[in-house]
């Protein structure tokens, strides 16, 4: 069974960082492309940063270039996101999710969430 | 302000189709990328409901179905049941290969 577990979300301060994680099972990791999507409360999804199976080409969404960073371990099958220098709109549930193939383009198994909330 | 565009919300009774719509540009949907579709229903993760346009994963009812024709897309819902009121999101790529998603679509089962 795939399973994917988000962790390492909270409640921090405008300014500050947080390192998201992504424990995936039941699936070879190795294999394929990762992404983080958020959910801001009463908005809807919104793609944040890609990553290939073996971590040589990231992308990410405009509105978080230069303040995250994703990155992965193949060895411990986990899914990684830095996110630093977080603002008010930041604040969301954040999702990894697993990308059927390259090719494909679409998200076929998703984490359960991880909240995070930007408030002084 | 989403890429995609979907209609903030649609409601049916019990029984009827409804359909939600996924308007795009020619740099996405028109520029022949494929559409998929989601469904969260409330305070769970999003679940794949349709993928390549028109296709369903295993153990999504036959009631749901996709289409896409020129810079749009189409979910339909037939036979509306109380457990299918969730969001539906539809998603894409656009240019530089940027995932893109719809703004979502509230579905109220009446």
């Known amino acids: 069974e795939v399973r994917l577990v988000e962790s390492g979300g909270g409640l921090v301060q405008p300014g500050g960082s947080l390192r998201l994680s992504c424990a995936a099972s039941?699936?070879?990791?190795?294999?394929?492309?990762m992404h983080w999507v958020r959910k801001v409360p009463g908005e809807g999804l919104v793609w944040v940063s890609h990553?290939?199976?073996?971590?040589?080409?990231?992308t990410y969404a405009d509105s978080v270039k230069g303040r995250f960073t994703i990155s992965r371990d193949n060895i411990k099958n986990t899914l990684y996101v830095q996110v630093n220098s977080l603002r008010a709109d930041d604040t969301a549930v954040y999702y990894c999710?697993?990308?059927?193939?390259?090719?494909?383009?679409?998200?076929?198994?998703w984490g359960q969430g991880t909240r995070v909330t930007v408030s002084s | 302000q989403s890429v995609l565009t979907q209609p903030p919300s649609v409601s049916g009774a019990p029984g009827q189709r409804i359909t939600i719509s996924c308007t795009g540009s020619?740099?996405?949907?028109?520029?022949?990328?494929?559409v998929h579709w989601y469904q969260q229903l409330p305070g769970t993760a999003p679940k794949l409901l349709i993928y390549?346009?028109?296709n369903r994963p295993s153990g999504v009812p036959d009631r749901f179905s996709g289409s896409k024709s020129g810079t749009s897309a189409s979910l339909a819902i037939t036979g509306l049941q109380a457990e299918d009121e969730a969001d539906y999101y539809c998603?894409?790529?656009?240019?530089?290969?940027?995932?893109?998603f719809g703004g979502g679509t509230k579905l109220t089962v009446l």
């Open positions: 999710a697993r990308e059927y193939s390259a090719a494909a383009g679409y998200f076929d198994f």
């Open positions: 039941g699936f070879s990791f190795r294999d394929y492309g």
């Open positions: 990553i290939n199976s073996d971590g040589s080409i990231t």
């Open positions: 020619s740099s996405n949907i028109g520029a022949g990328y494929d």
């Open positions: 390549d346009n028109t």
């Open positions: 998603q894409s790529y656009d240019s530089g290969l940027v995932r893109v």
